[in-house]
T-cell receptor, first 115, second 111 residues
Framework: DAGITQSPRHKVTETGTPVTLRCHQTENHRYMYWYRQDPGHGLRLIHYSYGVKDTDKGEVSDGYSVSRSKTEDFLLTLESATSSQTSVYFC??????????????FGPGTRLTVL | GEDVEQSLFLSVREGDSSVINCTYTDSSSTYLYWYKQEPGAGLQLLTYIFSNMDMKQDQRLTVLLNKKDKHLSLRIADTQTGDSAIYFCGHSGGGADGLTFGKGTHLIIQP
């Protein structure tokens, strides 16, 4: 347990509405990540952050934005949700250390359904 | 082809050894990982191996890395019903810009 929580854990929303998912960590990890998990695709990186206000795009960033105004919180926003964004979203953290590389630890996930 | 490939399913009898295989294409991979996901849960780190190692053992788990063939395997000795899960192979270049995962292998345990 790396002290990661995600909220909400489940959400159902309608197409076109904005949605924000929150990832919160309590152990001052520098790096935070958002992935989505879909059948047949495994996990794919959406966005990541390497510090407060420092973020970058991942493999599947279209339609998503992120913000990190505090070390402990990393927010994922769907500006206008679409059915293709129905997925399970995982947050992860890492604190690269010598000998351990960038080993990541995952939160419990948020199941999002867009109708 | 895919960056990281794994078989989708593996079925083994309880008490036997399970061997889950993974191949990857990125020769710059620095660290390689195995994660376990139980139903409705997040990914749990099982083990990792640095690219200059050939083998790593941790209790019932043995990881073998053939860097020349870009092949990674996870062996679970004495497989138990609690090992039933999806196992993900992943790798990174060590740059903290995220991991690349395979699609996962569903390990099914037969009594």
């Amino acid at each position: 347990d790396a002290g990661i929580t995600q909220s909400p854990r489940h959400k159902v929303t309608e197409t076109g509405t904005p949605v924000t998912l929150r990832c919160h960590q309590t152990e001052n990890h520098r790096y935070m990540y958002w992935y989505r998990q879909d059948p047949g695709h495994g996990l794919r990186l959406i966005h990541y952050s390497y510090g407060v206000k420092d973020t970058d795009k991942g493999e599947v960033s279209d339609g998503y934005s992120v913000s990190r105004s505090k070390t402990e919180d990393f927010l994922l926003t769907l500006e206008s949700a679409t059915s293709s964004q129905t997925s399970v979203y995982f947050c992860a953290i890492s604190s690269p250390r010598s000998g351990e590389g960038d080993t990541q630890y995952f939160g419990p996930g948020t199941r999002l359904t867009v109708l | 082809g895919e960056d990281v490939e794994q078989s989708l399913f593996l079925s083994v009898r309880e008490g036997d050894s399970s061997v889950i295989n993974c191949t990857y294409t990125d020769s710059s991979s620095t660290y390689l990982y195995w994660y376990k996901q139980e139903p409705g849960a997040g990914l749990q780190l099982l083990t990792y191996i640095f690219s200059n190692m050939d083998m790593k053992q941790d209790q019932r788990l043995t990881v073998l890395l053939n860097k020349k063939d870009k092949h990674l395997s996870l062996r679970i000795a004495d497989t138990q019903t609690g090992d039933s899960a999806i196992y993900f192979c992943g790798h990174s270049g060590g740059g903290a810009d995220g991991l690349t995962f395979g699609k996962g292998t569903h390990l099914i345990i037969q009594p």
